[in-house]
Structures are given as structure tokens and as C-alpha cells.
């Protein structure tokens, strides 16, 4: 199984189309602690995903570590999120590739630094490829309707590439 460091957004995103398991069922999942900070002390009523992290942190299906380099972090902090270079940083720190990221510049910054990022809309065609999810569709209607943006060209790529158009 594929080792990942997560950032905060997907997991939110995951979580609020109740398909947050995939990233234990796909992957061997860690993120930094700073990613579970952000997660766990948003506003319940905008947040998704608090008490599946939760859950799922203490089930030992996602586990939290530190990110060494801290000067490093606040050095180039304020270019991307602390999390994001947390994610960033965390993955060269412990000799993983692959980091899943939605954000653009944070995964620019990612392939910069050698590392290969995913995003939520990846790991959903990647589920529906490998049989995890049935419909990906229906993955991507409920994201947009969660307020995710995803542009009528990738959507409609993602659905060819799934093999559902």
C-alpha cells in the first residue's frame, strides 16, 4: 500500500461526501499534526470531517506526526498555509512521494520539491478505477454542491477518463 501525507482539504472534502475510508482503504495515511489541528478545531457547522478524523485517528486507521523542520516552516510560512508545508515538508522529512493536495500552488511548490500530489478529485477516479466506488458522478455532484469547485472541463474529463461518458 502507497504511504501519503493529507492535507486538511481533502480530508474536509472527503468527509462531507462521506467517502473520507478511502484514505485508509487506498492508502497507508499519516498527516502532520498541524493538519489535525486545523481539521479538529474548525466551527462544527462549517467543518466536515472533525469527528471521522477523530474516529479514525484513534481507530489507528490515519496517524498524526511531527514535522521536524519548523524553521524551515516558519521561514516560508505565508506563501502556502502551515499545514500545506506541513504536508510538504512532513513527506520529504520521511521519504514519502506522494501528498494529497487540492490546493494549486501548494501542489506546484510539491512538484518543485520532487514530490507527486493527488487531489480529492484524484483519489475519487483512482477509487472508481480500482472498484472502491461505484459511480463517480455521483462523488462529483455532491462536491460541487458542497461548494467545491471543479470546472465543467475537468468534470467532464474525469467522468471519460472513469469511463462513465
Same mark, same amino acid.
Given at each position: %500500500?502507497?504511504? /501519503?501525507?493529507?492535507?486538511?482539504?481533502?480530508?474536509? &472534502? !472527503?468527509?462531507?461526501?462521506?467517502?473520507?475510508?478511502?484514505?485508509?482503504? %487506498?492508502f497507508d495515511t499519516i498527516i502532520p499534526k498541524e493538519v489535525y489541528n486545523e481539521v479538529i478545531s474548525g466551527n462544527e457547522t462549517k467543518i466536515s470531517g472533525?469527528?471521522?478524523?477523530?474516529?479514525?485517528? +484513534?481507530?489507528?486507521?490515519?496517524?498524526? @506526526?511531527?514535522?521536524?523542520?519548523? $524553521? @524551515?516552516?516558519?521561514? /516560508?510560512?505565508?506563501?502556502?498555509? *502551515?499545514?500545506?508545508? $506541513?504536508?510538504?515538508?512532513?513527506?520529504?522529512?520521511?521519504?514519502?512521494?506522494?501528498?494529497?493536495?487540492?490546493?494549486?500552488?501548494? =501542489?506546484? @511548490?510539491? *512538484?518543485?520539491?520532487?514530490?507527486?500530489?493527488?487531489?480529492?478529485? &484524484?483519489?475519487?477516479?483512482?477509487?472508481? !478505477?480500482?472498484?472502491?466506488?461505484?459511480?463517480?458522478?455521483?462523488?462529483?455532484?455532491? !462536491?460541487? +454542491? =458542497?461548494? @467545491? =469547485?471543479?470546472?465543467?472541463? !475537468?468534470?467532464?474529463?474525469?467522468? %471519460?477518463?472513469?469511463?462513465?461518458?
Open positions: %500500500m502507497i504511504k /501519503i501525507v493529507c492535507n486538511t482539504s481533502p480530508i474536509i &472534502g !472527503l468527509s462531507s461526501i462521506d467517502k473520507l475510508d478511502l484514505l485508509w482503504e %487506498m472533525k469527528e471521522e478524523l477523530i474516529k479514525a485517528v +484513534e481507530e489507528g486507521k490515519i496517524k498524526i @506526526f511531527e514535522v521536524e523542520d519548523q $524553521e @524551515f516552516i516558519n521561514k /516560508i510560512y505565508g506563501h502556502l498555509h *502551515k499545514g500545506e508545508l $506541513e504536508v510538504i515538508i512532513g513527506a520529504k522529512e520521511q521519504n514519502i512521494e506522494v501528498v494529497i493536495i487540492d490546493e494549486k500552488s501548494a =501542489r506546484r @511548490f510539491a *512538484k518543485d520539491l520532487g514530490l507527486k500530489p493527488i487531489g480529492v478529485l &484524484g483519489i475519487l477516479k483512482l477509487a472508481k !478505477l480500482e472498484g472502491k466506488i461505484d459511480k463517480l458522478k455521483p462523488c462529483l455532484d455532491m !462536491l460541487i +454542491e =458542497r461548494k @467545491f =469547485r471543479i470546472s465543467d472541463s !475537468l468534470y467532464g474529463k474525469l467522468l %471519460m477518463e472513469a469511463g462513465e461518458i
